[in-house]
Nanobody, 127 residues
Framework: QVQLVESGGGLVQTGESLRLSCEVS???????????RGWHRQAPGKRRELVAE???????NYVDGVKGRFTISRDSAKNVMYLQMNSLKPEDTAVYYC??????????????????WGQGTPVTVSS
């Protein structure tokens, strides 16, 4: 089963930094293309929201509350997407999810296109 896996979340204090990573995992499959799309987050009791997105051409967009503090990037050679989060605030506390379009061969060598989500990594910012 090909899937996205986030890492890098944790508990930090206000003003500190974290870098989230999003990688493709799975066995018996061959990845053809990894098209990173963006990071979303969901705070307790709130709806999931888009935090940052990156287009295939490299254009980035951010929700107003994180502009100037968060940076989304990708390493196409490694099929990894990152979210660098600086100057963290308590309101950034949420579970962060990555999203990407994947194209891969499954174990039967069939081509599979999937809009994939990671399982989420929690970020807690204490005041």
């Amino acid at each position: 089963q090909v899937q996205l896996v986030e890492s890098g979340g944790g508990l930090v204090q206000t003003g500190e930094s974290l870098r989230l990573s999003c990688e493709v995992s799975g066995s018996g499959s061959r990845l053809i293309r990894f098209n990173a799309r963006g990071w979303h987050r969901q705070a307790p009791g709130k709806r999931r929201e888009l935090v940052a997105e990156i287009t295939s051409g490299g254009t980035t967009n951010y929700v107003d509350g994180v502009k100037g503090r968060f940076t989304i990037s990708r390493d196409s050679a490694k099929n990894v997407m990152y979210l660098q989060m600086n100057s963290l605030k308590p309101e950034d506390t949420a579970v962060y999810y990555c999203n990407a379009d994947l194209l891969y061969y499954n174990y039967r060598y069939e081509t599979v296109a999937l809009n994939a989500w990671g399982q989420g990594t929690p970020v807690t910012v204490s005041s």
